[in-house]
């Protein structure tokens, strides 16, 4: 029995080496035969932003030929280094990665991912440059001009440890700005100041809004956007000088010499408060004259001007609404008695 059973295995392991040896040589033979064959075309993905290119299909040919030094096409599939065109293209500065693989028609797929700008730097020496969301410095272009958020001031003069943390600072700001349409719009510029912070010029309002670091800047822009909505949309936005969102929980508006502190969340309740009534205000078809509607209590000069507006709507509804006027009744005067002069008798 025992004699049986190695044989029963020793054919058993016999067949399958035999399958899989014709397999391993049919695969072998099918490889020669494919490295045989000749590259027949070339097919070019470029995936980056439609809005622009800053590199091309005619300049990721030129490379390939470049390393390749002949003709990709009409080369036999073996003589192609994959590795080595991948390794090349990546070089390049505009492409972030390259994929690059043959299909079962012999045709040379390349799928190159391009590096997109998220801001445009102008330093103190009169230099430019992108960089992309991996901090990544990239030159400028003449096929195209990247819209994104534009930092000036930026030193020359940085040690290699803090140009990285500024750049990674820069690319926080700008990346948020690139997700706002409003920010977008309104952010004009954002300079670097001399301790490496960053300040905001807007497109419209005459001040300057200090950010302090790149940091938390999704809460800075949301504590603004709340000052923006519950103070400067009521006082204009030319009415302070420096808007400072630098600390957290508070807003500093500053006018000349006068500085007045914003609590971040009284201004969110206040701007919710001002939501509900402008919906109640749209559903109320009547306008009642006793109406008595709490204004939001931000600042001084906020406070004073509401104030004026309440006398000039209380003035406009009297005049809307006059009260009868009822005739005054006559003052009745009583008059004290005048005293007799005195007569004075005597001789002559």
């Not at 690319?171 to 706002?180: M, P």
């Not at 709507?313 to 009744?329: C, F, G, H, I, M």
Request: hydrophobic share 40%.
């Amino acid at each position: 029995m025992d004699t049986k059973k190695t044989i029963r295995n020793i054919l058993f392991t016999a067949i399958w080496l035999m399958i899989g040896g014709g397999m391993l040589t049919l695969l072998v033979a099918a490889i020669g035969k494919k490295n045989k064959e000749l590259c027949k075309g070339i097919s070019i993905t470029v995936k980056g932003d439609p809005g622009h290119a800053f590199i091309q299909k005619d300049d990721i040919l030129q490379l390939l030929a470049e390393d390749n030094h002949v003709k990709i096409t009409g080369q036999a599939l073996s003589a192609v280094d994959l590795h080595s065109l991948e390794r090349t293209l990546e070089k390049n500065v505009w492409i972030k990665d390259a994929q690059l693989y043959f299909d079962n028609k012999n045709v040379l797929h390349l799928a190159v991912s391009e590096r997109e700008p998220v801001a445009r730097i102008f330093s103190t020496g009169n230099k430019s440059f992108y960089i992309d969301n991996s901090a990544k410095k990239l030159p400028l272009s003449e096929r195209a001009v990247a819209e994104v958020p534009v930092f000036t001031g930026y030193p020359d003069k940085i040690s290699k440890s803090k140009d990285s943390i500024l750049l990674r600072q820069v690319k926080n700001i700008a990346a948020f700005i690139l997700t706002n349409s409003f920010w977008m719009s309104q952010v004009a510029q954002i300079s670097v100041t001399d301790d490496q912070e960053f300040e905001m010029t807007p497109a419209v309002g005459n001040h300057t809004v200090e950010l302090g670091d790149g940091e938390n800047v999704e809460e800075k822009f949301g504590r603004l956007m709340i000052f923006y909505k519950d103070v400067l949309s009521k006082t204009g936005f030319n009415k302070y000088a420096t808007i400072d969102v630098r600390f957290s929980g508070q807003v500093v508006a500053i006018k000349g010499k006068q500085m007045t502190k914003v609590d971040s969340v009284q201004l969110r309740k206040n701007v919710e408060r001002l939501m509900l009534q402008a919906q109640q205000m749209q559903s109320d078809t009547s306008f009642t004259t006793g109406q008595n509607i709490d204004k939001p209590l931000m600042t001084k000069d906020t406070l004073e001007e509401n104030g004026e507006r309440q006398e000039i709507k209380k003035e406009k509804v009297k005049a809307k609404y006059p009260k009868p006027v009822k005739a005054p009744l006559k003052p009745i005067t009583v008059e004290k008695a005048k005293k007799p002069k005195a007569v004075m008798t005597g001789k002559n």
